[in-house]
């Protein structure tokens, strides 16, 4: 019985395991890097944008609740830590997000796959970060 227990324990925290490495892809998580093109991507080679609401270099971000929903703020993980170019903000609800040279980066839901650019000129207000 004991070791039934065990070996269950162990599969449960090594799913848990996966399941961690996997959202990290998403829409959170390391630093992006520069597509062919120029365009900023996250780790999982999604486009980034910039919100031009938010201002430069204020140290926040002005898109919460349904804005967040469409657009995803590329989040900072516990162990990721800024550089001169990449910057972190704190978020209302505490949590950190990535921003570049002053400009908090987001995801934008309605691309499906990476080098989509759907959310570039939306309602004038976001732009494909470069």
Not at 119 to 128: A, E, F, I, P, R
Request: with cysteine; net charge neutral; aromatic share 8%.
């Amino acid at each position: 019985m004991k070791k039934s227990i065990v070996i269950l324990a162990s599969v449960v925290l090594a799913t848990l395991l996966s399941a961690c490495g996997t959202l990290s892809g998403s829409a959170s998580g390391s630093l992006p890097s520069k597509a062919a093109d120029g365009t900023l991507v996250g780790a999982n080679g999604m486009t980034l944008y910039t919100f031009k609401k938010d201002g430069k270099n204020t140290g926040m971000s002005e898109c919460y609740e349904q804005c967040a929903t469409n657009w995803p703020p590329l989040t900072v993980q516990p162990d990721e830590h800024p550089t001169q170019e990449y910057t972190q903000i704190i978020r209302m609800d505490g949590s950190r997000q990535w921003a570049y040279q002053g400009q908090p980066l987001y995801f934008y839901a309605k691309d499906a796959k990476p080098g989509d650019k759907l959310g570039d000129g939306v309602g004038g207000n976001w732009n494909v970060a470069k």
